[in-house]
């Protein structure tokens, strides 16, 4: 990490940071061991699926909408 | 044969002729409505196509690409970073039906979604503005037009992705006045800059404009590099943000990304589809520039760099913004699938895949030990029917990695 160009209070920060976070990722931080000790949850699963379904009525909603009579139709 | 006969045959060839064109129209229409709803905002996104495009991916159009990118860049402002980053936008092709990651594309797709409306819906008022920074393609276009945005503002730092974010909303304009719909499309203005170097302000064109909402998907995690551009980009999230206001995103979660890094030997872990190697002191990764690659498919990818909540929140703070909610992708999943929009988007977006896959289609993924789950679940099923919605197991383990975050102006 760069550290040269930093201002005073840029500095400041990072050294209250270092001392805030030291146990960062570590036993001692009990949010970081929370995640740690989690087991991976299973891939979702959604029952019953209609997706294909659901997409074709709604192809079919759009045709019949409360506007289609607006469509330009010029053969009957 | 007789005439008659001939005469059917011929009309049964006519029939299938025509339900063949109508199918191919329709696939085309499907098509078209896929790529408005899907996903470019994001650098993670480039990754997405770069990867699996690689094979077609001809070594002299990359070339003429990063020749064309270095052009356009004489400029000092950006790093070998960002030159990273524009290289790989530049790698994208079409195609990305057939991907090994498509469901969790338009997975990610339906977290951002149903992100986007849960804090709009948060803000009162009818005539919102939003500002999408790091905006990649313009993936997120067709969100925020649902969204009923009335102003918004793309920025990202690669003219190349900006222009086809901006063809793509001239391609809205022109479509909504096609479909003579009543309520107008959003005002968008596009603006080229790194967000982590470059104050957005002075390059917008109402430089007082308030902003209900800010936006970075996918990307927020490159402006930890170092301190000054992670407070670069907070400024530019928060300038123009209207008290009440929110800044959403959506991040790695170190702390997971972490600890699976400190359960293997070295530093390098992941599965068949993604990979990710550190290069930053594993005891104790430091707070800005813990570096490490993300690889999807076969290509190396941009750097990207651990965002430690706690400094992201410390630091926010200096900035008014306040951490209102930091939640795993999982557990956001768990809570919007239910709820109507996020259960008949879910469908929409084929957010999740159909398992077992319908006839004469294959699953995304390995059908013999990538869907253990489903597999298990289906066995213990009393009902007859089979179909259920999930996603590969590899592809999880991605998605699971991620967070969404969001922060309120304070007044």
């Given at each position: 990490m760069e550290e040269k160009n930093l201002t005073d209070e840029q500095k400041k920060f990072l050294e209250e940071c270092e001392n805030e976070f030291k146990d960062r990722y570590t036993e001692k931080e009990a949010e970081f061991m929370k995640i740690k000790n989690m087991e991976l949850n299973r891939p979702p699963i959604i029952d019953p699926w209609y997706s294909k379904n659901g997409r074709y009525n709604n192809d079919r909603r759009r045709h019949f909408n409360k506007y289609s009579h607006h469509r330009h139709r010029p053969y009957p | 044969m007789s005439a008659p006969g001939i005469m059917n045959e011929a009309k049964e060839k006519r029939d299938e002729i025509s339900k063949k064109e109508e199918k191919n129209y329709r696939q085309n229409k499907r098509s078209q409505i896929e790529e408005h709803s899907s996903d470019a905002s994001s650098s993670k996104r480039v990754k997405y196509d770069a990867a699996q495009n690689v094979n077609n991916t001809s070594s002299e159009l990359s070339s003429n690409n990063s020749e064309k990118t270095n052009e356009s860049l004489s400029k000092k402002e950006y790093s070998d970073n960002s030159l990273l980053v524009i290289q790989h936008y530049n790698t994208i092709l079409d195609d990305r039906n057939k991907s090994r990651i498509l469901y969790m594309r338009n997975f990610n797709n339906w977290i951002k979604s149903m992100l986007m409306s849960e804090y709009t819906n948060e803000i009162y008022g009818t005539r919102l503005k939003a500002l999408d920074m790091c905006c990649g393609r313009g993936g997120d276009l067709f969100k925020w037009k649902k969204l009923n945005v009335t102003y918004l503002i793309c920025a990202d730092l690669a003219e190349r992705t900006i222009q086809e974010c901006q063809d793509r909303y001239n391609e809205m304009l022109k479509q909504n006045s096609a479909e003579r719909k009543y309520s107008p499309i959003f005002t968008a203005e596009f603006i080229t800059a790194d967000c982590t170097k470059v104050r957005l302000r002075s390059k917008f064109e109402d430089p007082s404009i308030k902003f209900d909402l800010v936006s970075c998907q996918f990307a927020f995690h490159y402006c930890f590099e170092s301190l000054e551009q992670a407070e670069c980009m907070l400024k530019n999230a928060s300038e123009c943000l209207k008290p009440g206001g929110y800044f959403i995103g959506t991040i790695p979660d170190a702390y997971d990304l972490v600890s699976r890094w400190q359960r293997c030997d070295g530093n390098s872990f992941g599965n068949d589809i993604y990979s990710v190697e550190f290069f930053c002191n594993k005891t104790k990764p430091p707070l800005f520039g813990a570096k490490y690659h993300f690889k999807l498919g076969n290509l190396v990818n941009c750097p990207e760099f651990l965002v430690y909540l706690p400094v992201f929140r410390k630091l926010a703070l200096k900035f008014g913004l306040n951490l209102v909610k930091f939640e795993r992708f999982d557990s956001f999943y768990e809570r919007m699938k239910d709820k109507r929009k996020g259960k008949q988007l879910l469908k929409k977006i084929q957010a999740l895949e159909t398992?077992?896959?319908?006839?004469?289609e294959m699953l995304s993924g390995n059908p013999d030990k990538d869907y253990q789950h489903a597999k298990e679940y289906n066995t213990q099923k009393t009902s007859n029917r089979r179909e259920i919605g999930t996603l590969s197991q590899p592809e999880w383990e991605v998605i699971s990695l991620y967070a969404v975050f969001a922060f309120q102006k304070m007044k």
């Open positions: - | 398992y077992p896959s319908r006839h004469g």
